[in-house]
């Protein structure tokens, strides 16, 4: 079952809500440490000297590749934590009936 219809909303792919989420859940001792994981590679390729787009080549353009990493990191960690999880932090959050 997809997490979207699980929970019955999407969240925007950048969000103030989707990055409290992520926070949320990656404290949560109930979600999977390989799930937790996914940042961190994230955040280890950031500050790795390696690159896809040097940053040294490529002014500007090669700091996009980090942003879209971190972003896409965030985002697949949150759609693949567990559905109960993320419906109890989404009633914490108070956002139950907002659509996202």
């Known amino acids: 079952m997809d ?3 699980a929970k019955g909303k999407s969240l ?3 969000s103030m809500d989707q990055l409290v989420l992520f926070f ?3 404290r949560d001792p109930a979600v999977p440490w390989w799930l937790k ?9 950031l500050i790795s ?5 040097p940053d040294f080549l490529f002014p500007g353009i090669g700091e996009i ?8 990191a965030v985002s697949l960690f949150n759609r693949l934590a ?3 999880r993320i419906k109890a ?7 139950k009936g907002k659509d996202l």
């Open 12 to 14: 925007n792919w950048l």
């Open 65 to 72: 590749d980090d942003i879209i990493l971190l972003i896409f």
């Open 37 to 45: 994981a996914i940042p961190l590679f994230a955040v280890i390729y």
């Open 89 to 95: 932090h989404l009633e914490e959050m108070d956002i």
């Open 3 to 5: 997490n979207k219809i």
């Open 49 to 53: 000297p390696y690159d896809l787009i």
């Open 24 to 26: 949320k859940l990656f």
């Open 82 to 84: 567990p559905v109960d």
